[in-house]
């Protein structure tokens, strides 16, 4: 069994940055894979951004590409989002998720692909 735990959500003005955390644990905790998705309001769950545990390759949502960082770190179990040049619309819960078996990287972005969630963290973005 995985635990999800986020964590630096919170309130900040349109321009402003955050670092979101994820802390991974577990009897044996091996990740093939792990994303960040958002949630807003009234909205379905959208994929942000993705990383391979292993190698460090990064994938990112076009909505967000260019403003958001992903990373990990592995002695530490524990996975970032820095997030830049915040928008009002990056208004949502920001999820962590883990996948710990093979899967080709063109799903990273499918929620389905993910067994394991953490229970969320609010990032507001005021204007």
């Known amino acids: 069994q995985v635990q999800l735990v986020e964590s630096g959500g919170g309130l900040v003005q349109a321009g402003g940055s955050l670092r979101l955390s994820c802390a991974a644990s577990?009897?044996?905790?091996?990740?093939?894979?792990m994303a960040w998705f958002r949630q807003a309001p009234g909205k379905e769950r959208e994929f942000v951004a993705a990383?391979?545990?292993?190698?460090?390759?990064?994938y990112y949502a076009d909505s967000v590409k260019g403003r958001f960082t992903i990373s990990r770190d592995k002695a530490k179990n524990t996975m970032y989002l820095q997030m830049t040049s915040l928008k009002p619309e990056d208004t949502a819960v920001y999820y962590c998720?883990?996948?710990?078996?093979?899967?080709?990287?063109?799903?990273?972005?499918?929620?389905?692909?993910?067994?394991?969630w953490g229970q969320g963290t609010q990032v507001t973005v005021s204007s």
């Open positions: 998720a883990a996948r710990t078996s093979f899967t080709t990287s063109r799903y990273f972005s499918d929620k389905l692909e993910y067994g394991y």
């Open positions: 990383i391979s545990w292993s190698a460090g390759n990064t």
């Open positions: 577990g009897r044996t905790f091996s990740s093939y894979a």
